[in-house]
C-alpha cells in the first residue's frame, strides 16, 4: 500500500509562485521516479516534470526554465517550485511514484493562476 499526500495549491496571482510537495509513505521500497503531472479542464492529463532516483530530470517544454523539481530521498518527498505563474498553467495538478513497473497517483492539488 502506498500513499501520496500533496500540498501547496491554490490560487495565485500571474507572476507569481507556488510550491507544491508530495509525500509518499507505505511500502515504498524501489522507487525510480516521482514527478508531477497536470490536467487542464477539457484536456489530457500531461507531464510536468519528472526525477528518478539517480537525479536524473525531465521538464515539459513549456514550464522549462520557471519550474523546478526537487527530491528528498531520505524523506521520499518531491517537490515542485512554480515561478512566473501564468493563467495556461491551472490545472489540477497530480503527483506521481513509479515504483518498478507499478504507477502511484496522488489525488491532486488544484492550482489557478488569476487576477
Known amino acids: 500500500q502506498v500513499q501520496l499526500v500533496e500540498s501547496g495549491g491554490g490560487l495565485v496571482q500571474p507572476g507569481g509562485s507556488l510550491r507544491l510537495s508530495c509525500a509518499a509513505s507505505g511500502s515504498i521500497f524501489g522507487i525510480s521516479v516521482m514527478g508531477w503531472y497536470r490536467q487542464a479542464p477539457g484536456k489530457q492529463r500531461e507531464l510536468v516534470a519528472t526525477?528518478?532516483?539517480?537525479?536524473?530530470?525531465n521538464y515539459a517544454g513549456s514550464v522549462k526554465g520557471r519550474f523546478t523539481i526537487s527530491r528528498d530521498n531520505a524523506k521520499n518527498t518531491v517537490y515542485l517550485q512554480m515561478n512566473s505563474l501564468n493563467p495556461e498553467d491551472t490545472a489540477v495538478y497530480y503527483c506521481?511514484?513509479?515504483?518498478?513497473?507499478?504507477?502511484?497517483w496522488g489525488p491532486g492539488t488544484q492550482v489557478t493562476v488569476s487576477s
Open positions: 506521481h511514484l513509479g515504483i518498478l513497473v507499478t504507477d502511484y
Open positions: 526525477i528518478t532516483s539517480g537525479g536524473r530530470i
